[in-house]
Protein backbone atom coordinates (compact mmCIF):
# COMPACT_ATOMS: atom_id res chain seq x y z
CA UNK A 1 0.00 0.00 0.00
CA UNK A 2 1.37 3.63 -1.11
CA UNK A 3 0.45 6.77 0.87
CA UNK A 4 1.26 10.01 0.31
CA UNK A 5 1.39 12.38 3.08
CA UNK A 6 1.51 16.34 2.16
CA UNK A 7 2.73 19.09 4.90
CA UNK A 8 3.44 22.78 4.74
CA UNK A 9 -0.12 24.46 4.24
CA UNK A 10 -1.60 27.44 5.80
CA UNK A 11 -2.60 31.19 6.20
CA UNK A 12 -0.41 33.60 4.44
CA UNK A 13 -0.88 37.22 3.72
CA UNK A 14 -0.66 38.33 -0.06
CA UNK A 15 2.69 38.74 -1.37
CA UNK A 16 3.91 36.08 1.32
CA UNK A 17 5.30 32.59 0.97
CA UNK A 18 4.56 29.07 1.64
CA UNK A 19 6.45 25.89 1.26
CA UNK A 20 4.55 22.48 0.58
CA UNK A 21 5.56 19.06 1.13
CA UNK A 22 4.98 15.65 0.29
CA UNK A 23 6.15 12.41 1.26
CA UNK A 24 5.71 9.31 -0.58
CA UNK A 25 5.52 5.95 1.33
CA UNK A 26 5.01 2.36 1.12
CA UNK A 27 5.81 -0.62 -0.91
CA UNK A 28 7.47 1.92 -3.55
CA UNK A 29 9.36 0.00 -6.48
CA UNK A 30 9.62 3.79 -8.58
CA UNK A 31 8.31 6.80 -9.04
CA UNK A 32 7.47 8.57 -12.10
CA UNK A 33 6.08 12.05 -12.26
CA UNK A 34 4.79 13.51 -9.31
CA UNK A 35 3.08 17.03 -9.11
CA UNK A 36 0.85 19.50 -7.38
CA UNK A 37 -2.93 20.06 -8.83
CA UNK A 38 -5.03 22.72 -6.62
CA UNK A 39 -8.95 22.95 -6.35
CA UNK A 40 -10.74 26.10 -5.29
CA UNK A 41 -14.61 25.93 -4.02
CA UNK A 42 -16.45 25.52 -7.07
CA UNK A 43 -14.53 24.65 -9.44
CA UNK A 44 -12.82 21.87 -11.17
CA UNK A 45 -9.26 20.40 -9.90
CA UNK A 46 -6.52 22.17 -11.45
CA UNK A 47 -2.50 21.40 -12.53
CA UNK A 48 -0.15 23.77 -10.72
CA UNK A 49 3.41 21.72 -11.50
CA UNK A 50 4.86 18.49 -12.25
CA UNK A 51 8.74 17.25 -12.04
CA UNK A 52 9.52 14.31 -13.68
CA UNK A 53 12.39 11.76 -12.38
CA UNK A 54 14.67 13.25 -14.02
CA UNK A 55 13.80 16.81 -12.72
CA UNK A 56 12.10 18.23 -16.19
CA UNK A 57 9.47 20.41 -14.53
CA UNK A 58 5.94 21.92 -16.60
CA UNK A 59 4.20 24.57 -15.01
CA UNK A 60 0.54 26.16 -15.32
CA UNK A 61 0.80 29.69 -16.55
CA UNK A 62 -0.71 31.51 -13.54
CA UNK A 63 2.15 30.11 -11.69
CA UNK A 64 4.89 30.39 -13.60
CA UNK A 65 7.82 32.92 -12.26
CA UNK A 66 6.48 32.71 -8.79
CA UNK A 67 6.34 28.70 -7.82
CA UNK A 68 9.27 26.34 -8.24
CA UNK A 69 8.34 22.34 -7.85
CA UNK A 70 11.51 20.65 -6.76
CA UNK A 71 11.82 16.48 -5.69
CA UNK A 72 14.06 14.51 -3.53
CA UNK A 73 14.42 11.33 -5.29
CA UNK A 74 16.00 9.45 -2.28
CA UNK A 75 13.38 10.14 0.00
CA UNK A 76 10.51 10.41 -1.98
CA UNK A 77 9.45 13.55 -1.34
CA UNK A 78 8.30 16.13 -3.64
CA UNK A 79 8.17 20.46 -2.89
CA UNK A 80 6.45 23.16 -3.93
CA UNK A 81 7.87 26.58 -3.06
CA UNK A 82 5.27 29.00 -3.22
CA UNK A 83 5.92 32.54 -3.93
CA UNK A 84 3.89 35.93 -4.11
CA UNK A 85 1.28 34.45 -3.03
CA UNK A 86 -2.05 35.96 -4.32
CA UNK A 87 -5.89 35.15 -2.74
CA UNK A 88 -6.97 33.61 -5.46
CA UNK A 89 -3.88 31.26 -4.97
CA UNK A 90 -6.53 30.00 -2.20
CA UNK A 91 -7.22 26.59 -2.53
CA UNK A 92 -6.77 22.67 -1.54
CA UNK A 93 -3.55 21.37 -2.52
CA UNK A 94 -2.98 17.91 -3.46
CA UNK A 95 -0.16 15.85 -4.17
CA UNK A 96 -0.20 13.53 -6.88
CA UNK A 97 2.58 10.62 -8.05
CA UNK A 98 2.42 7.96 -10.63
CA UNK A 99 3.98 4.73 -8.78
CA UNK A 100 4.97 1.19 -9.41
CA UNK A 101 4.08 -1.04 -6.49
CA UNK A 102 6.25 -4.16 -6.16
CA UNK A 103 4.91 -6.72 -8.06
CA UNK A 104 2.42 -4.18 -9.59
CA UNK A 105 4.54 -4.17 -12.74
CA UNK A 106 2.48 -1.19 -14.13
CA UNK A 107 2.18 2.52 -12.66
CA UNK A 108 -0.69 3.86 -11.23
CA UNK A 109 -2.07 7.51 -10.20
CA UNK A 110 -1.62 8.28 -5.97
CA UNK A 111 -2.91 11.27 -4.43
CA UNK A 112 -2.54 12.95 -0.98
CA UNK A 113 -5.38 13.84 1.62
CA UNK A 114 -5.01 17.41 0.36
CA UNK A 115 -3.84 20.58 2.61
CA UNK A 116 -5.50 23.76 2.31
CA UNK A 117 -3.43 26.80 1.66
CA UNK A 118 -5.36 30.79 2.83
CA UNK A 119 -3.78 33.73 0.99
CA UNK A 120 -5.49 36.96 2.59
CA UNK A 121 -5.12 39.65 4.85
Known amino acids: QVQLVESGGGLVQPGGSLRLSCAASGSIFSINHMGWYRQAPRKQRELVAT???????NYADFVKGRFTISRDNAKDTVYLQMNSLKPEDTAVYYC???????????????WGQGTQVTVSS
Open 96 to 110: NANIVEYGSGRYSAH
Open 51 to 57: VSSGGST
